[in-house]
């Protein structure tokens, strides 16, 4: 019985390069460990870490792996708690299966990108939370492709801070939108 | 004249390690791109990189060239932007005083740290920022020193998430603190 069934999603494959091209992002050691630590504190329940390819996903399963049962276990047991939550998968549709099946629900896929002005308000997505098992999907690189966002799914509003340099990393991101959501009934 | 004046400082020593003993951290690049683009997303006018070891400083310079000069301000020039607000300094104590200088008031330091109980809550934070100009410091590792601490300087609360689980990065951390102090006016 999952009590808030939340995951996040982080895609390395279709993103936008700076040029704007559709590329394939390297998987980084670093967007794994922060994006986890940051998932495990505010309770979301699954990290699908999306990559095509295969290497890749088997290099991750190492990482797990060390963390898990190696010298990284007993060396820092925080972090083979926060990267229990972590999953490589192929694609975005997969993380969408798998999320769909361990909740036993029909998953909604919510989609962040700096730029977007098509987007629902935080409390709207706060509301989305409580009636389904949101998969909040974020870019590497300079964010999802546009063929991503073709698909129709639901858009988070971006996060704009106190200007108009908005080039947030992935990994700070993510944070404060998990803390705007999560954290709400602090404030 | 600075319409909002806010420093961060990313303190390398005095920090407590696992077992918490003093000692002092390495800087990273990662740390140093990312709290500069996440300081700069919110407004923050200066983010002292703090670190007793002269050769690091050195380095901190030369990365700051590449990219403010050198082919990374021609490969990303919004790295730039971000990195204009960071000065590596030696110790906290330079930090407040060129900040003061700076700004030609008298800084408040605020410390932050994940264990603390005696913090003042995120209203009162966002109201002395009013106030004063804040110098808003974190540490790397497992955290600022006791001595730091038994300064007597005004402690910030604790970002909490969903649970026990309280390993934020510190990259992460920044990252909602900043956002819950300068972003509160879009909730």
Redo the contacts between chains.
Sequence with gaps: MIR?PMAVALVHHPIRD?RGDTVTASVTN?DL??IA??A????VDRFYLVTPVAEQRVLVERILEHWHTGHGASY?P?RG??LDLVEPVSTLDEALARWQQRTGDDPLPVLTGAARTDGIT??RCRALVQQHPLLLVFGTGWGLADEVFERGWTVLEP?????D?????V??????I???L???E??
Excluded: C, K, M, W
Excluded at 159 to 163: D, F, H, I, R, Y
Excluded at 165 to 169: A, E, F, G, T
């Design positions: 808030r700076r670093l460990h922060d630590r940051t495990r504190t505010y309770g820092n925080h708690e926060a935080f409390a996060v704009s801070g106190a200007g340099y908005n080039h947030l990393p990994r700070a991101a993510a944070a404060i998990l803390d705007r999560f954290a709400g602090q404030r």
